[in-house]
Structure formats: C-alpha cells, structure tokens
C-alpha cells in the first residue's frame, strides 16, 4: 500500500489516472455546444455557447459571426452579459445596427460609394446617404457563415468561413475569409481574421459589439473611463469621411491618451462631435512592428468591470452609441436608448481606397491577408 499510493499520486497529478466516482480532469470538459437558432436562406443557423471555466462566456452565431452574448464576471464575481443584442434570430433578421456583428467586406465608410483600382472604377451600394457603410446593403453581418467544427468540443473555439462572391455589394474579386473566436484562459475574447481573393480587391475586417462594461441595458456609457492610445485621430466632414489629415488630439476632447470618462468632453462645443453627433470617430494608434498592440482600455466604476483592446490593426473606430434611440428592444426586453453601448471596431481607416497616403486596405491574390484583436477582461 505504501509503494501504491505514491504511484496513485503521480498518475493522478499528470492526468493520465482517472478514478470512477471522482470529478472528470476539467480540461476534457465541452467548452463549445451548440443549439438550433433558427434558418436563413435555407441555411441552418446555430447558436455556440463557448465557456473558459474561469466565468466567461461567449454566444456566437453564425449568422453575421454575431457575438450574441458575452458574459463576464464583475468585481464580487457576479456574472453578468456585457454586450447588446437580441434574444432570438428573427429580431437579428428584422433591425439591427450591427450588434455584435463582423463587418465586412469594408468595414466603415466609403465616400461616394466608390473607389478605383488598378486604374478601374467600381461602384457600391450606397447605404449611408451617397456612403457605403459597413459592407454595403448585405453586409458579412448579414449572411450566414459555415462553421467548421473540426477542432475538439473541449476548446472554447468557433471557426467561421464566408465565400463572398465576385462582384457581391460591387466588390471585385471571390474573397474566401475566416473569422476564428476563441475564449482564453486569460479572459479573452479573440478574434482571428483571414482572407485571400482571385482578384484584386478591397478588404477592411471588424467585430462591432456594443459594450456596456455594467450589464447591456443597464444605462448609458457616459461614466464609462476610455483610454485610447493614440496620438492623433482622422477628423471627418460632416457626412463621416475622413478628411485625409491626421490631426493631433492635444488639447482636443478627442484626447484620450490619459484615462477619461466618456461622458466628460461629449457634448462640447466642437465640429468633429458636431458631425458625429459624439464620439464616431478613428484613432491612429500609436504602434511598433506587426504585433498586438494595445489599443484601448476602457473600465466602468460601479462593476469593477475592465476591458482591454489588443490589436495588429493600425486604426481604432471609437463609436459612443450615439445612434441608438431607444427603438432597439433587446435581450431580457430592455431598451437600448442613446449611448447605452459603446463600439471599439478595431480597423484600417475608414474610405483608405479613396485616400492613397492611408495604409493600404487593397489585397491581392496569392497574398493572405490575416488579422487578429483581442478584446481582455478583468476587474478593478
Ligand atoms: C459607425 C457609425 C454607425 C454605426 C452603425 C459605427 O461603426 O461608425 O457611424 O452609425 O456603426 O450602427
């Protein structure tokens, strides 16, 4: 008995015994199930629940590679679900401003609703006044993408696929992307994007959950403190476009390179708030190399709630909700009235086909174009 129990110890202690009667080793446990949510197209739409066993949880569909929900513990340990959206996928299909959603085949505007390439001209679907938004009438948002469920249930894991067609919303090229969630250990929400396309083309690929570190339906963002690191911004006109200039922050309420509530400088009396109605702009991060880079950080008091944003994306759109009216009903019935949500769409700045001295968004085929953010959570 005295030479098994040690031996006992050592199987135990690398996994490899597992008694009857005893709790399963927590890593073979499923951390991704899936339930029906509904058709569209005549496309089964699914719902994934991912779970990190360290409180989180995201809901992901594959419908839009919309993050339904995304719960996240408070500072007493209190779960709670941090994102807006809606209970069912009818509601998704009826209105919705891109809760949650990956955006794309552009994500954010391009002026005119046009661009040219290689010396062509190609015209999109204008869906923002004379503007493309977001990808245009059907966005990535908007169709339903195939899941590929190779990897094993117990990774919190969901790999999406979407072929967008040649010519779809305007767009030249069959653009092939992937768009890979995975829930950490480390509370993180990650987002893996690839793509390539047999053409030349135009790409910008974003994740537009609406935050509220308080629980989703639980007021407005205001008190919300944002640190943003950037040291300059793209002003826009008043239809959204950037103008082309990158101007410094210094000494504008666009200056959040310091730690600062949301809701401290919004209704100044400044054009750049004027034409965004509030915070509706891209920040030019502050980055060296390829890498992740930290983005924002944004904490809200009352919860002890905090998020960090991590990217390999040179821009960050910082969107204060400023749309929202109160006609959005979402989960559990609550009203998301104006700036109950905030967005951090990590992102190439917006209308770069149209502004050549912007990093490039063009992708060329034989090229793979990948990109990853991850959004981290902790508490304070
Ligand atoms: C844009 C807003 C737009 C919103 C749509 C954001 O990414 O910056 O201008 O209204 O998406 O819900």
């Given at each position: 008995m005295t030479q098994i129990a040690p031996m006992l110890l050592s199987l135990l202690a690398t996994g490899s015994l597992i008694l009857a009667g005893c709790a399963?080793?927590?890593?073979?446990?499923?951390?991704?199930?899936?339930?029906?949510?509904?058709?569209?197209?005549?496309?089964?739409?699914?719902?994934?629940?991912?779970?990190?066993?360290?409180?989180?949880e995201a809901r992901i569909t594959n419908y839009g590679g919309i993050v339904v929900a995304l719960v996240v513990p408070d500072r007493a340990g209190k779960p709670g679900d941090i994102v807006l959206g809606y209970d069912s996928l009818s509601s998704y299909l009826k209105a919705t401003p891109y809760f949650g959603a990956i955006v794309g085949r552009y994500g954010n505007r391009i002026g005119k609703a046009r661009f040219t390439l290689d010396g062509k001209e190609y015209t999109l679907k204008a869906n923002d006044g004379a503007n493309t938004l977001h990808g245009g009438l059907k966005g990535?948002?908007?169709?339903?993408?195939?899941?590929?469920?190779?990897?094993?249930?117990?990774?919190?894991?969901?790999?999406?696929?979407?072929?967008?067609?040649?010519?779809?919303?305007?767009?030249?090229?069959?653009?092939?992307?992937?768009?890979?969630?995975?829930?950490?250990?480390?509370n993180e929400l990650r987002i893996d994007y690839s793509a390539t396309t047999d053409k030349p083309t135009v790409l910008n690929l974003t994740h537009h959950s609406y935050f509220n570190l308080a629980g989703a339906g639980s007021g407005d963002i205001l008190s919300h403190e944002l640190m943003l690191n950037a040291d300059r911004f793209t002003p826009i006109d008043s239809g959204l476009i950037p103008t082309g200039e990158l101007q410094s922050v210094e000494g504008t309420p666009m200056d959040f390179r310091t730690s600062t509530a949301i809701g401290a400088r919004i209704n100044a009396k400044d054009d750049q708030l004027r034409y965004g109605r509030g915070y509706d702009h891209n920040w030019v991060l502050n980055r060296t190399g390829n890498g992740l880079s930290l983005a924002a950080r944004v904490s809200e008091p009352a919860s002890g709630r905090a998020m960090e944003v991590w990217t390999t994306e040179p821009g960050i759109q910082f969107y204060s909700g400023n749309f929202l009216d109160g006609s959005n009903v979402g989960k559990g019935g609550k009203v998301y009235a104006y700036r109950t949500g905030l967005c951090l769409e990590t992102q190439h700045f917006p209308d770069s086909p149209n502004k050549p001295q912007f990093p490039s968004t063009v992708l060329k085929p034989g090229e793979k174009f990948t990109s990853t953010t991850v959004y981290k959570f902790m508490t304070r």
């Amino acid at each position: 008995m005295t030479q098994i129990a040690p031996m006992l110890l050592s199987l135990l202690a690398t996994g490899s015994l597992i008694l009857a009667g005893c709790a399963q080793p927590s890593t073979n446990a499923p951390r991704r199930s899936r339930e029906l949510f509904g058709t569209v197209d005549g496309k089964q739409v699914f719902l994934y629940a991912l779970s990190n066993g360290k409180g989180m949880e995201a809901r992901i569909t594959n419908y839009g590679g919309i993050v339904v929900a995304l719960v996240v513990p408070d500072r007493a340990g209190k779960p709670g679900d941090i994102v807006l959206g809606y209970d069912s996928l009818s509601s998704y299909l009826k209105a919705t401003p891109y809760f949650g959603a990956i955006v794309g085949r552009y994500g954010n505007r391009i002026g005119k609703a046009r661009f040219t390439l290689d010396g062509k001209e190609y015209t999109l679907k204008a869906n923002d006044g004379a503007n493309t938004l977001h990808g245009g009438l059907k966005g990535f948002d908007k169709v339903v993408w195939e899941p590929d469920e190779s990897t094993p249930p117990s990774e919190p894991v969901l790999k999406l696929k979407y072929v967008s067609p040649d010519g779809e919303e305007g767009y030249p090229g069959t653009l092939t992307a992937t768009v890979t969630y995975t829930l950490t250990d480390s509370n993180e929400l990650r987002i893996d994007y690839s793509a390539t396309t047999d053409k030349p083309t135009v790409l910008n690929l974003t994740h537009h959950s609406y935050f509220n570190l308080a629980g989703a339906g639980s007021g407005d963002i205001l008190s919300h403190e944002l640190m943003l690191n950037a040291d300059r911004f793209t002003p826009i006109d008043s239809g959204l476009i950037p103008t082309g200039e990158l101007q410094s922050v210094e000494g504008t309420p666009m200056d959040f390179r310091t730690s600062t509530a949301i809701g401290a400088r919004i209704n100044a009396k400044d054009d750049q708030l004027r034409y965004g109605r509030g915070y509706d702009h891209n920040w030019v991060l502050n980055r060296t190399g390829n890498g992740l880079s930290l983005a924002a950080r944004v904490s809200e008091p009352a919860s002890g709630r905090a998020m960090e944003v991590w990217t390999t994306e040179p821009g960050i759109q910082f969107y204060s909700g400023n749309f929202l009216d109160g006609s959005n009903v979402g989960k559990g019935g609550k009203v998301y009235a104006y700036r109950t949500g905030l967005c951090l769409e990590t992102q190439h700045f917006p209308d770069s086909p149209n502004k050549p001295q912007f990093p490039s968004t063009v992708l060329k085929p034989g090229e793979k174009f990948t990109s990853t953010t991850v959004y981290k959570f902790m508490t304070r």
